[in-house]
C-alpha cells in the first residue's frame, strides 16, 4: 500500500514528462531556489555588491543552460545529416561559448560586483542539478523500500 502510495506521488511529481523534460525541471527549479536562497542572505548581510554578481552569474548560468538545452534537443530530435549536425552543434556550441564570455566581460568591465559572488553565480545551475539529482535519488529509493520482500 505504501508504494503504490509513493508511486502515484511521483507520477504526479512528474506530470508525465519524458526523463529528460523531468531533468531539466529539477535542475531548473533547483537553481532558481538556491539562487533565490542567495540573494536572501546575501541582502541580509548588506553585502550588495556580491549580490549584484550572485545575480548577474546566476542569470548567465540560467541562459547558458537553456541554449544548452535547446541545442541539445535540436541535435537529438531534427534529422539531419551526421557531419552537417555535428558541425552545426559545434558551432552554435561555440557561439554560445564567445556570448558567455562578452557577457561575462561586460558584466566584470560595467557593473560593481564581486568576482568571488559572480563565480558563486555561475554555480547555481551545477549546484541545482547536484541538488536535483540527490533529491531525486532519495525519493526514487524511498519509493522503492519495502518491494524487494514483495517481489520474494
Same mark, same amino acid.
Given at each position: 500500500m505504501?508504494?503504490s502510495?509513493?508511486g502515484?506521488?511521483q507520477?504526479?511529481f512528474t ?5 529528460r523534460?523531468q531533468?531539466?525541471?529539477g535542475?531548473?527549479?533547483g537553481?532558481?531556489g538556491l ?7 546575501f &541582502?541580509?548581510?548588506?553585502m ?8 548577474? *552569474?546566476? @542569470? !548567465?548560468?540560467l541562459l ?6 535547446l541545442?541539445?534537443?535540436r541535435?537529438?530530435?531534427?534529422p539531419a545529416?551526421?557531419s ?5 552543434w559545434?558551432?552554435?556550441?561555440l557561439l554560445?561559448?564567445l556570448?558567455v564570455?562578452?557577457?561575462l566581460?561586460?558584466v566584470i568591465?560595467?557593473?560593481p560586483?564581486n568576482?568571488? &559572488?559572480?563565480?558563486?553565480g555561475?554555480l547555481?545551475v551545477q549546484l541545482g542539478?547536484? *541538488?536535483y @539529482? !540527490?533529491?531525486?535519488?532519495s525519493f526514487?529509493?524511498s519509493s522503492?523500500?519495502g518491494?524487494e520482500?514483495?517481489k520474494?
Open positions: 505504501l508504494g502510495v509513493q502515484i506521488r507520477r504526479s506530470g508525465g514528462m519524458n526523463e523534460e531533468f531539466v525541471r535542475a531548473l527549479l537553481a532558481l539562487v533565490v536562497a542567495g540573494l536572501i542572505g &541582502g541580509l548581510f548588506r550588495w555588491d556580491w549580490a549584484l554578481g550572485f545575480a548577474t *552569474g546566476a @542569470l !548567465v548560468s547558458s543552460f537553456r541554449l544548452i538545452v541545442s541539445v534537443i541535435f537529438t530530435e531534427r545529416s551526421r552537417r549536425g555535428q558541425w552545426i559545434w558551432a552554435r556550441s554560445r561559448l556570448g564570455a562578452i557577457m566581460l561586460l568591465l560595467y557593473l560586483v568576482l568571488v &559572488g559572480v563565480a558563486l555561475l547555481a542539478m547536484g *541538488g @539529482l !540527490v533529491v531525486r535519488s526514487s529509493q522503492n523500500a518491494t520482500d514483495r520474494l
